[in-house]
Antibody, heavy 118, light 107 residues
Framework: VQLVESGGGVVQPGRSLKLSCETSGFSFTSYAMHWVRQAPGKGLEWVAVISLNGDSEYYADSVKGRFTVSRDTVRSTLYLQMTSLTIADTAVYFC????????????WGQGSLVTVSS | YVLTQSPSVSVAPGQTARITCGGN??????VHWYQQKPGQAPQLVAFDDSDRPSWIPLRFSGSNSGNTATLTITGVEAEDEAVYYCQVWDSPTDHYVFGPGTEVSVL
């Protein structure tokens, strides 16, 4: 299993950014997929999940209405569109694959750093 | 749903470290544990209270009852120094919740 995030960088408050997570080594369409973030020096915070067929999504209250998770089954890629970014969104963003049928995170990417700064 | 963890635990090599995770009736939920070393992504070390991924050493074990879940490291080694997070799925909200983390220091 490989999960490779990209798209992070420095962005001004109020702007948008889109993260990608390219996956390989497993059946992408058999798993829901998650985003988890970690602010500098802080703990882990679950951000969002998208169902295995993309027909449902759930978000943490802190990002609901601003972030959108999506997936491309042809490219086996997960996305996170982030809008109206604030300084509080500064974090390393990990994509994570759950254990089969489980509510835990079995595989993680290396993370992509998003810095929101003026 | 809120999870609580002690900020830190110190243990001598070869001794036993117990890392606790508190939550209301957490014994009725599946609890999962992650190890994170500096600059690395988290790694799953236990799931569904007491199961262990095949690549995790036998010295890691988990339990869960009442209002407390516990990750036990029996015979701690220097490489076990890390931050450990517990995590549950909160079914009423369909949200995933992490504890604040416990830093394990090996003396």
């Amino acid at each position: 299993v490989q999960l490779v995030e990209s798209g992070g960088g420095v962005v001004q408050p109020g702007r948008s950014l889109k993260l990608s997570c390219e996956t390989s080594g497993f059946s992408f369409t058999s798993y829901a997929m998650h985003w988890v973030r970690q602010a500098p020096g802080k703990g882990l915070e679950w951000v969002a999940v998208i169902s295995l067929n993309g027909d449902s999504e759930y978000y943490a209250d802190s990002v609901k209405g601003r972030f959108t998770v999506s997936r491309d089954t042809v490219r086996s890629t997960l996305y996170l569109q982030m809008t109206s970014l604030t300084i509080a969104d500064t974090a390393v963003y990990f994509c994570a694959k759950p254990g089969f049928g489980g509510y835990f995170f079995e595989d993680w990417g290396q993370g992509s750093l998003v810095t929101v700064s003026s | 749903y809120v999870l609580t963890q002690s900020p830190s635990v110190s243990v001598a090599p070869g001794q036993t470290a117990r890392i606790t995770c508190g939550g209301n009736n957490i014994g009725k939920k599946g609890v999962h544990w992650y190890q994170q070393k500096p600059g690395q992504a988290p790694q799953l070390v236990a799931f569904d209270d007491s199961d262990r991924p095949s690549w995790i050493p036998l010295r890691f074990s988990g339990s869960n009852s009442g209002n407390t879940a516990t990750l036990t490291i029996t015979g701690v080694e220097a490489e076990d120094e890390a931050v450990y997070y517990c995590q549950v799925w909160d079914s009423p909200t369909d949200h995933y919740v992490f504890g604040p983390g416990t830093e394990v220091s090996v003396l």
